[in-house]
């Protein structure tokens, strides 16, 4: 059975830094993304990282958040620096793609964690 855990969030202050963790019992997967989705908006892509190394990352995060993996301890990382106010969200890992799409398609994964909460307060 697929699991994907989380690590806790956290309340910081803007500019703070925070790092999640999630535990993906497939990797190495072909991607494994984290998403974010504040109260009254849609679920939206933030990070990607594929079975390459290589990464993905949307406009409102680059330069700011940093996505790593380590296959050995089968976690993927989001470390998130000068954050934000609107960074405030439940933050989500998603994995096991079940069809080829953009990253940041949310219906195309097929695992997903339980979510953790980050709130940045100014």
């Known amino acids: 059975q697929v699991r994907l855990v989380e690590s806790e969030g956290g309340s910081v202050q803007a500019g703070d830094s925070l790092r999640l963790s999630c535990r993906v019992s497939?990797?190495?997967?072909?991607?494994v993304a984290w998403f974010r989705q504040a109260p009254g908006r849609e679920r939206e892509g933030v990070a990607c990282i594929y079975a390459s190394g290589s990464t993905d990352y949307a406009d409102s995060v680059k330069g700011r958040f940093t996505i790593s993996q380590d296959n050995a301890k089968a976690t993927v990382f989001l470390q998130m620096n000068s954050l934000k106010p609107e960074d405030t969200a439940m933050y989500y890992c998603?994995?096991?793609?079940?069809?080829?799409?953009?990253?940041?398609?949310?219906?195309?994964?097929?695992?997903w964690g339980q979510g953790t909460q980050v709130t940045v307060s100014s």
């Open positions: 998603a994995a096991r793609p079940s069809y080829s799409s953009t990253w940041y398609d949310v219906l195309s994964y097929r695992s």
């Open positions: 497939t990797l190495p997967d072909n991607r």
